[in-house]
């Protein structure tokens, strides 16, 4: 596999994701499941836009490249705000027409890395809507990593409303990734640090809200204990904790067993349903 990486400084960065792509991609197993080496060609430049990666493109040769990384989205931002989104949307588009015109085989991958701070939250909102738009045109395979790493990514859902809506936001990632994928990613919620005398009425409505969304909720919560915040202090594993010490251990480990146990029979149903979904497609 060919890779051409055309972007912004990020992309060109000191054991960034350019160099960690490198050295994920050179794996023997990644060599076998792909059937040859990738050689990975990186031409970005740091400080620069979409503007820019057109000329870049033109100077390259796209013939061979079987997939192509464009890295603009945090410095695109400027163009954006500056010129209006129809003049960046028409830059982007530009370089996505050109790669085409001279690769048509050739797969497009724009890459959303980062997030600044608030003051670009809604200006990077209206850029992610551009290039949705451009994604479903050309058939693009984007990656958000900026949605990706937003504060709602893995809440820690307690019982309150609010982390409840960050759960349900993280979902609606899963599900459009699920769609860019064309594959289901299992998933489900987890409560954590939940009251071990009784579930609160705070607990149970989100329990309620999130089921009534269709959102699979775990049936054993993690149960706030000490035990839990000691493993940060001792180290080790949960049973390694020196009993003497850290109060209701015992309770702790048969939590996280339950825990583990629902985990595992999810897996077993799951790997069950597909088994028999494929001796029936066979």
Same mark, same amino acid.
């Given at each position: 596999?060919?890779?051409?990486?055309?972007?912004?400084?990020?992309?060109?960065?000191?054991?960034?994701?350019?160099?960690?792509?490198?050295?994920?991609?050179?794996?023997?197993?990644?060599?076998? !499941?792909?059937?040859?080496?990738? /050689?990975?060609?990186?031409?970005?430049? %740091?400080?620069?836009?979409? =503007?820019? #990666? +057109?000329?870049?493109?033109?100077?390259?040769?796209?013939?061979?490249?079987?997939?192509?990384?464009?890295?603009?989205?945090?410095?695109?931002?400027?163009?954006?705000?500056?010129?209006?989104?129809?003049?960046?949307?028409?830059?982007?588009?530009?370089?996505?027409?050109?790669?085409?015109?001279?690769?048509?085989?050739?797969?497009?991958?724009?890459?959303? !890395?980062?997030?600044r701070d608030k /003051?670009?939250?809604?200006?990077?909102? %209206?850029?992610?809507?551009? =290039?949705? #738009? +451009?994604?479903?045109?050309?058939?693009?395979?984007?990656?958000?990593?900026?949605?990706f790493a937003h504060?709602?990514?893995?809440?820690?859902?307690?019982?309150?409303?609010?982390?409840?809506?960050?759960?349900?936001?993280?979902?609606?990632?899963?599900?459009?990734?699920?769609?860019?994928?064309?594959?289901?990613?299992?998933?489900?919620?987890?409560?954590?640090?939940?009251?071990?005398?009784?579930?609160?009425?705070?607990?149970?409505?989100?329990?309620?809200?999130?089921?009534?969304?269709?959102?699979?909720?775990?049936?054993?919560?993690?149960?706030e204990r000490a035990?839990?915040?000691?493993?940060?202090?001792?180290?080790?594993?949960?049973?390694?904790?020196?009993?003497?010490?850290?109060?209701?251990?015992?309770?702790?480990?048969?939590?996280?067993?339950?825990?583990?146990?629902?985990?595992?029979?999810?897996?077993?149903?799951?790997?069950?349903?597909?088994?028999?979904?494929?001796?029936?497609?066979?």
């Open positions: 596999m060919n890779i051409l990486i055309v972007g912004g400084s990020n992309s060109v960065m000191k054991h960034g994701y350019s160099d960690q792509l490198a050295d994920l991609l050179d794996r023997p197993d990644m060599i076998t !499941l792909t059937g040859s080496k990738a /050689q990975i060609t990186n031409l970005s430049v %740091g400080a620069n836009s979409a =503007m820019r #990666g +057109l000329e870049t493109l033109k100077g390259a040769d796209l013939d061979g490249i079987d997939l192509l990384i464009l890295e603009y989205f945090i410095n695109d931002l400027p163009v954006f705000s500056r010129d209006g989104a129809e003049f960046w949307l028409a830059c982007y588009e530009g370089m996505i027409r050109y790669a085409l015109s001279m690769n048509p085989r050739l797969r497009i991958m724009p890459l959303m !890395l980062g997030r /003051q670009f939250y809604a200006i990077q909102n %209206g850029m992610r809507d551009g =290039m949705t #738009g +451009l994604a479903e045109k050309y058939d693009l395979k984007r990656v958000d990593f900026d949605q504060p709602y990514f893995l809440p820690r859902s307690h019982g309150e409303s609010s982390v409840a809506k960050g759960a349900a936001k993280m979902i609606r990632l899963i599900h459009n990734q699920e769609r860019m994928v064309r594959r289901p990613i299992p998933h489900g919620v987890l409560m954590t640090r939940t009251s071990a005398a009784f579930a609160s009425r705070a607990l149970r409505n989100v329990r309620e809200q999130l089921r009534e969304a269709g959102i699979t909720v775990f049936g054993v919560p993690i149960v035990a839990y915040r000691d493993i940060f202090d001792y180290g080790g594993l949960l049973r390694d904790l020196p009993r003497a010490q850290v109060s209701n251990l015992e309770k702790a480990c048969q939590n996280a067993n339950a825990f583990m146990g629902e985990i595992l029979t999810t897996l077993r149903k799951a790997k069950q349903a597909s088994e028999t979904k494929n001796k029936g497609a066979a």
